[in-house]
T-cell receptor, first 113, second 111 residues
Framework: GAVVSQHPSWVICKSGTSVKIECRSLDFQATTMFWYRQFPKQSLMLMATSNEGSKATYEQGVEKDKFLINHASLTLSTLTVTSAHPEDSSFYIC?????????FGPGTRLTVL | AQSVTQLDSQVPVFEEAPVELRCNYSSSVSVYLFWYVQYPNQGLQLLLKYLSGSTLVKGINGFEAEFNKSQTSFHLRKPSVHISDTAEYFCAVSRGGKLTFGQGTILTVHP
């Protein structure tokens, strides 16, 4: 159990376009999910907490208008990178908690040209 | 606020040798502690966790870790490593569901 999926696994887009990434908990429900960003050879940095039925909460320094989060159901959260630029290229990973443990999706590699 | 320090950015070892990956944390309150492993271009897989109880925690793939409150450490150990253990390992603390990660330790197992 406790499987989290992400889609797509990788995406390449042009600068200025928007990209949507989906995170799903496959065998459990999650009222909260978390979005992380990982730059090459660096650790994971928490971007925001996705809350089902209410607004997401963002970590300091993360632009909420650029990284739109929607927690549409108890098993789905989406992250939309709006007007993407090359500096947004990164590995985006979501997690969902079950009891006291976070389970991670496989990640989405975003490359902005 | 909590923080996590992984003392070694890279650890090279030979196959079948023992290994210890070090992790220290700081927090003003009780936290939960985790070790995750990340293979290239993949998400994180849970190795083991300490929530409460016995300070020696056993995880998957033969790994174990010991919680030491006085030294605020949670070092990861394996008595005999395999080539397939080559990966990056992250120590993390959790409070309120939010994880704070260490910088990661790249374990490279050589034949």
């Amino acid at each position: 159990g406790a499987v989290v999926s992400q889609h797509p696994s990788w995406v390449i887009c042009k600068s200025g376009t928007s990209v949507k990434i989906e995170c799903r908990s496959l065998d459990f429900q999650a009222t909260t999910m978390f979005w992380y960003r990982q730059f090459p050879k660096q650790s994971l940095m928490l971007m925001a907490t996705s809350n089902e039925g209410s607004k997401a909460t963002y970590e300091q320094g993360v632009e909420k208008d650029k990284f739109l989060i929607n927690h549409a159901s108890l098993t789905l959260s989406t992250l939309t990178v709006t007007s993407a630029h090359p500096e947004d290229s990164s590995f985006y990973i979501c997690s969902a908690p079950q009891e006291d443990t976070q389970y991670f999706g496989p990640g989405t590699r975003l490359t902005v040209l | 606020a909590q923080s996590v320090t992984q003392l070694d950015s890279q650890v090279p070892v030979f196959e079948e040798a023992p290994v210890e990956l070090r992790c220290n944390y700081s927090s003003s309150v009780s936290v939960y502690l985790f070790w995750y492993v990340q293979y290239p271009n993949q998400g994180l897989q849970l190795l083991l966790k300490y929530l409460s109880g016995s300070t020696l925690v056993k995880g998957i793939n033969g790994f174990e870790a010991e919680f030491n409150k006085s030294q605020t450490s949670f070092h990861l150990r394996k008595p005999s490593v395999h080539i397939s253990d080559t990966a990056e390992y992250f120590c993390a603390v959790s409070r309120g569901g939010k994880l704070t990660f260490g910088q990661g330790t790249i374990l490279t197992v050589h034949p």
